[in-house]
């Protein structure tokens, strides 16, 4: 488990180090210590750090905002750091400026579970009506669970901001797979609600319209941890 912990610590911020340079060869005005210091002064972990922290980091740096507005090649009046996330940070990007390649670091969804089940902790899906939305939406979670329950998926998130639609469908999920079921806010400590998060303390409402739901999930996810 250290081992495999270690390595996706260093692999992630080789990664973000190797970004930066890249950013910097296009004339950005950043530096590497000067996204940990922005990471510390968000209390991000800057051992951490990925795309989105990085994005957030240029469009907070004076000088990298009107660059990277540039290099978005959009036709659009308020270009954005997810834009400059999608487009300059990934390798399929149009414009893939800050995008690097180095070997792979990140554990397997098998060997993380194993790590997981070990220390008595849940891997869950968190909030699939996000990360499937990118894709082809509920269709396409519904072909990928299966495979992720065999590869030691114990959980699925029902997302504070979840569609009456995909609420449904991830109970359903829960039900079909005996899932345990994560849920509550996500708030990432925004004290107004976003596009993913909701505010602090917020359930999903359809949730919450069958009484006795939440003590029932609440038990069962006690029950698995322990607490």
């Avoid at 901001?161 to 039900?175: F, G, N, Y």
Wanted: charged residues 30%; aromatic residues 8%.
């Amino acid at each position: 488990a250290h081992a495999m912990l270690e390595r996706t610590r260093t692999g992630k911020m080789e990664k973000i180090r190797q970004q930066v340079e890249r950013l910097i060869e296009q004339k950005y005005p950043l530096s590497y210590a000067g996204l940990q210091e922005w990471a510390r002064a968000k209390w991000y972990n800057p051992e951490g750090l990925n795309n989105a922290h990085l994005s957030s980091y240029v469009y907070s740096t004076p000088g990298a905002i009107e660059l990277a507005n540039r290099d978005q090649q959009r036709k659009r009046s308020q270009p954005d750091r997810v834009w400059f996330l999608n487009e300059c940070l990934k390798r399929e990007g149009r414009n893939p400026i800050g995008a690097v390649e180095i070997p792979e670091y990140e554990p397997t969804t098998e060997e993380a579970s194993r790590i997981v089940r070990d220390m008595g902790g849940v891997i869950s899906i968190a909030h699939p009506n996000f990360s499937w939305e990118k894709y082809e939406g509920i269709e396409w979670l519904q072909r990928d669970i299966a495979q992720l329950v065999d590869q030691g998926v114990m959980g699925i998130e029902l997302n504070a901001l979840a569609t009456p639609e995909w609420a449904k469908v991830i109970l359903e999920i829960r039900d079909r797979y005996n899932l345990l079921l994560t849920f509550w806010s996500d708030n990432h400590g925004e004290k107004t609600p976003s596009k993913k998060h909701g505010t602090l303390g917020q359930m999903n409402p359809y949730f919450l319209e069958e009484e006795g739901r939440v003590k029932h999930h609440l038990k069962a996810l006690r029950d698995r941890l322990r607490i």
